[in-house]
């Protein structure tokens, strides 16, 4: 049986989660108003990954006798200065994700809630995969500075990746 405690920081990590794909989703339409449609696949592809991370949640609370409550999310930002600033708020907010990650797994601990430890993992080592992915994007970007047939070529390339895996390219 879940505790109360890690109940309602799960919950607020399901609604952490569902915002992730949210604002993915945004880049991803913002990419795609910019004709970019590689970036956007990319993001289209990261805010899948972002609800099934929420859905893992949601099943882990259920399958552990608690209770799901959802609350309302955030409105993410539409617009930004440019395709790096875009990519380092992916790499920024990753960064958040993985604290909060981690702020779970020492409820866990405190908890000496066994299954939590063991669920949590999975995230751990995820949340190193998405923050690796991202900084290659965000250097990728600085070292094309946003040339024209550069973009393009890595657009070409981010418009490759398949749907199974978080690599970058």
Same mark, same amino acid.
């Given at each position: 049986?879940?505790?109360?405690?890690?109940?309602?920081?799960?919950?607020?990590?399901?609604?952490?989660?569902?915002?992730?794909?949210? $604002?993915? @989703?945004?880049?991803?339409?913002?990419?795609?108003?910019?004709?970019?449609?590689?970036?956007?696949?990319?993001?289209? $592809?990261?805010?899948?990954?972002?609800?099934? &991370?929420?859905?893992?949640?949601?099943?882990?609370?259920?399958?552990?006798?608690?209770?799901? @409550? @959802?609350?309302?999310?955030?409105?993410?930002?539409?617009?930004?200065?440019?395709?790096?600033?875009?990519?380092?708020?992916?790499?920024? &907010?990753?960064?958040?994700?993985?604290?909060?990650?981690?702020?779970?797994?020492?409820?866990?601990?405190?908890?000496?809630?066994?299954?939590?430890?063991?669920? @949590?993992?999975?995230?751990?080592?995820?949340?190193?995969? =998405?923050?690796?992915?991202?900084?290659? $994007?965000?250097?990728?970007?600085?070292?094309? =500075?946003?040339?024209?047939?550069?973009?393009?070529?890595?657009?070409?390339? $981010?418009?490759?990746?398949?749907?199974?895996?978080?690599?970058?390219?």
């Amino acid at each position: 049986m879940i505790g109360k405690g890690m109940q309602a920081a799960m919950n607020e990590q399901i609604n952490k989660e569902l915002f992730s794909s949210y $604002l993915y @989703l945004s880049m991803a339409a913002y990419f795609e108003d910019k004709n970019l449609m590689g970036f956007a696949h990319w993001m289209r $592809l990261q805010a899948d990954e972002e609800r099934e &991370h929420a859905m893992k949640f949601y099943d882990f609370i259920l399958n552990s006798g608690g209770r799901v @409550l @959802l609350k309302a999310i955030d409105g993410p930002a539409t617009e930004w200065k440019s395709n790096l600033e875009v990519v380092e708020e992916v790499a920024a &907010h990753e960064a958040k994700v993985t604290a909060s990650i981690h702020a779970l797994y020492e409820l866990a601990l405190k908890e000496k809630d066994y299954a939590a430890q063991v669920m @949590l993992q999975w995230f751990i080592s995820e949340q190193v995969e =998405e923050e690796k992915n991202a900084a290659e $994007l965000v250097a990728k970007l600085k070292l094309i =500075e946003e040339r024209g047939t550069a973009v393009l070529m890595l657009d070409h390339r $981010l418009e490759k990746r398949g749907g199974g895996g978080a690599e970058a390219e």
